[in-house]
């Protein structure tokens, strides 16, 4: 509470110091300014463009999101000149009247040149995230508006990273990336953490027309995201185009209908923005699974083909998002809203051995959001920025069809029981979720800079089940209290090499129920308390080589403290575990990445990363083959040791090409294990391979792209996909006989689309069709996913 009380006090300090600055700029009357957003031609916003005023010889560069604010000048006739290595510089004649706030935008067309031998280009804000220090990928949804993916399809083709799928749209998922799964990887949305956000705001319900880029670090984690992540994070960035509409549809398989609606407004005379972005998702889900049907006895009968009939999934997201953009007193300030939510039939629990047919899951989320920003707050090199959510979620856990069973056919059977299909609940669960962080950045000179973070949030949990309003465990306070704080040392020897140091700490106070006394006379449950505070660091270095060769190493002592999940449950399949702790590990990145060209046309990109983790006390999901349930808890020692690799390649605008692979060897390492039944006692399964996990997977892609073919400033495309995944155990491989353990076989399976653009992009139609060989595909302990689906979409641009 004493942290709580000083942020609480330096927030209002900084409310404050606002409203000082606020008195201080009214003495300047009678200034004019200028402030502008600068892109290139691909509409992605260019950082580090250089803005002067050639007659007044004053100027500034423009940040990550291409702006850029000049501020304090005199009335008159100027030059603007605006340059950057790699495009066309552009010079602009302007007039600024007293007072006049003139707003610019400029977009700049690429230029290539050679410099001693090596030809130097224009970098977008794409490349630039790819270059830092840190191990990290970002993927640009570019070329990919047109299709029908979302952000699990654009990350599944990631190296390093799986998207482990409960089945279709809807499903439950589990994301791994470079061996850590599950919450061990953190998820922003704009650089907002998503820990607490309903399930209506999972990676299958953001279209990709919503998301501008998607930045993956794996790893180490940069201060700035202030989070708690084990093995990295993933940063979604939706679109921030200050004027544009763009409206899509799509219907496919299973009764598949999405619908996505993006766009914004920004007055260029006073900063005025307004953006909002709406999507629908609705699936039938009724794709066909290989299961055994039972008979009214629980026996075996057969092994068929049968159609799911009681997995439709439907959600509808709305965010809105208005305020000031380019102001002298902010670059953003920013109120938004988030409302979403979702309901969604259980056909299955953790494993197809159970069948459903009347239990419901639902939540409904409302989310309002502050953010501010200001680079050169008070002083040349101070950048601050808040962002604060206060989230509410209310879900429910329905199963009160009793009396009866099902089999895969969809058969029903009287069974005379009063427990529902799994355990008899109707429980509703209250979430809110406080949610804020503070970055300050201050730039002391072109070579030494400073990055603080404060990140903390609030989480509380109320439940009550009308079915067993008595219920001792919901009469217990469930809440969760994290508070992040970290500080990095940027140093710049050269514009070859770049090193970050940094430091974290992690507290956490949990307070939930516990079961005391098991198999005693004094068995109960009461409250309990858990406190935590540990400490971390790292350090991340890159050098250029050559101006097309980066080479880049970076480590971390990091921690990530357990999620409400993990801690309380779900009250229908996770059981609750409060001794779960939080888990650390030492994690090690080496990479490098290299791009040439042969000849002007032909484009090569490489990529490959070494990976070492040593993690102990990992969180880890555990489930019964033949069990509807879950349960986490914490493994003592875990080594990962993995190597990634990805090639791209690109012909002109015609041809692209690339893929990558992946390996990762996890494996138990603990020397003794402890129960509290038998106390400690050897690891029999020390040296082994952790269990369904995918251990060798890879993917491809190429696409060719044709215009003016049908008309003209018409795009007509092509593209194809593969994916690979080797067979992988869903149980310990060493002990029992491998003929009759459970596991995943091989999987291969391959997608393909076509497009078509009209008038510069305006109109577009696509068709895809996804596992075009119809081949039967698994993930999450052997849960069976779609077969060959089609999917149409239409978009509109404006």
């Known amino acids: 509470m004493q942290l709580y009380s000083r942020s609480v006090t330096a927030f209002f300090i900084f409310l404050a110091i606002l409203c000082l600055s606020n008195t201080a700029l009214s003495q300047s009357i009678g200034k004019a300014s200028i402030s502008g957003k600068i892109i290139a031609s691909s509409a992605d916003a260019l950082a580090g463009v250089t803005v002067v005023i050639k007659e007044a010889k004053v100027g500034t560069t423009t940040d990550e999101k291409g702006q850029f604010n000049l501020l304090e000048i005199t009335p008159g006739n100027y030059t603007l000149v605006v340059s950057m290595i790699g495009f066309e510089s552009q010079e602009k004649n302007i007039q600024l009247k007293e007072s006049q706030n003139l707003t610019i935008n400029f977009t700049l067309q690429d230029k290539s040149f050679d410099i001693e031998g090596v030809e130097v280009i224009g970098k977008s804000a794409t490349t630039q995230v790819n270059e830092q220090a840190y191990s990290v990928t970002a993927i640009s949804t570019k070329e990919l508006q047109n299709s029908t993916s979302d952000a699990k399809e654009v990350l599944n083709r990631v190296s390093g990273v799986r998207v482990l799928e ?18 061990q990887v953190k998820f922003f949305l704009n650089g907002l953490p998503m820990d607490n956000f309903s399930s209506s705001l999972s990676l299958s319900d953001i279209p990709v027309n919503t998301i501008e880029r998607i930045e993956v670090y794996k790893g180490v984690v940069p201060v700035w995201l ?33 619908l996505s609606l993006n766009g914004a407004y920004t007055n260029p005379a006073n900063g005025f923005t307004f953006r909002g972005s709406g999507n629908y998702n609705y699936s039938d889900n009724n794709y066909k699974v290989w299961a055994d049907i039972t008979d009214k006895n629980g026996n075996v009968k057969e092994t068929s083909e049968v159609e799911r009939f009681h997995d439709r999934y439907r959600s509808a997201t709305l965010m809105l998002e208005t305020g000031w953009t380019g102001r002298k007193y902010a670059d953003n300030l920013l109120f938004g809203l988030i409302a979403s939510g979702n309901d969604k039939q259980v056909q299955t629990g953790a494993t197809m051995g159970k069948v459903y047919g009347g239990i419901l899951r639902n939540s409904q989320s409302v989310v309002p959001t502050l953010k501010y920003s200001k680079d050169n707050l008070f002083t040349e090199g101070l950048n601050v920025s808040l962002n604060t959510a206060f989230n509410y979620t209310k879900s429910e856990s329905i199963d009160t069809l009793s009396g009866v069973r099902f089999n895969w ?126 400490f971390g660091y790292g350090v991340a270095s890159s050098y250029f080589l050559l101006p097309t060769l980066q080479l880049k190493a970076s480590y971390e002592h990091t921690y990530r403290l357990p999620e409400p999940d993990e801690i309380f449950g779900d009250g ?30 032909h484009q090569f990109n490489l990529e490959s990363s070494f990976i070492y983790r040593e993690s102990t006390d990992l969180i880890h999901q555990s489930v019964n083959v033949v069990s509807a349930e879950t349960t986490y808890g914490n493994l003592s020692d875990v080594r990962t040791v ?107 399976s391959q997608n393909v689309e076509v497009f078509l653009n009209l008038a510069n992009g305006k109109y577009n139609i696509s068709a895809e069709c996804r596992n075009l060989t119809d081949a039967r595909l698994y993930d999450k302990f052997y849960l069976q996913k779609p077969g060959r689906a089609f999917y149409l979409k239409l978009r509109y641009v404006l």
Request: avoid cysteine; hydrophobic fraction near 30%; glycine fraction near 10%.
């Open 226 to 258: 202030g989070t708690d992540a084990l093995g990295g994070a993933v940063n979604i960035i939706t679109n921030k185009k200050d004027n544009y509409l763009d409206a899509s549809y799509s219907v496919g398989s299973f009764n598949t209908h999405r």
């Open 409 to 534: 056919a969809g058969e029903r059977f009287e069974d005379g029981s009063t427990d529902g299909e799994r355990l008899r609940t109707f429980t509703t669960f209250d979430d809110t979720d406080f949610n804020s962080q503070l970055n300050a950045g201050y730039t002391i000179n072109s070579q030494h800079s400073l990055a603080f973070n404060y990140a903390v949030s609030y989480f509380r949990r109320k439940a009550f089940d009308s079915e067993d309003p008595d219920k001792i465990q919901n009469k217990y306070p469930k809440a969760l209290n994290k508070h992040i704080l970290g500080l990095a040392y940027k140093l710049d020897l050269s514009e070859k090499w770049s090193t970050t140091l940094f430091g974290k700490m992690y507290l956490l106070q949990a307070e939930t129920d516990k079961e005391f006394g098991f198999g005693t006379d004094n068995r109960r449950i009461g409250t309990y308390q858990v406190n935590n505070e540990d």
């Open 642 to 748: 993995g190597v990634e690799g990805s090639m791209k390649y690109q012909w002109r605008d015609v041809l692209h090409m690339g893929g990558s692979v992946t390996f990762q060897d996890i494996t138990d390492q603990a020397d003794s294990l402890y129960n509290d039944y038998n106390g400690w006692s050897p690891n029999l399964y020390k040296g082994s391979r952790q269990p369904n996990k995918p251990y060798l997977f890879a993917n491809a892609n190429a696409g060719l792209t044709f215009k003016d073919l049908v008309a003209e400033k018409s795009v007509v495309g092509f593209n194809y996909y593969f994916n690979f995944v080797e067979n992988y155990y869903l149980t310990w491989k060493r002990f029992g006989d491998i003929k009759r353990k459970f596991d995943i076989p091989r999987q291969t």
């Open 166 to 183: 409960e089945g279709g749209l809807g499903s439950n998922a589990s994301f791994s990336l470079n061996g850590f799964s599950g919450d």
């Open 572 to 601: 229908q399949f996770i059981n609750p575990n409060p001794d779960l702790g939080p888990e650390q590990s030492d994690n090690y990145n080496l990479g490098a990445a290299y791009s040439f060209k042969l000849a002007p046309d």
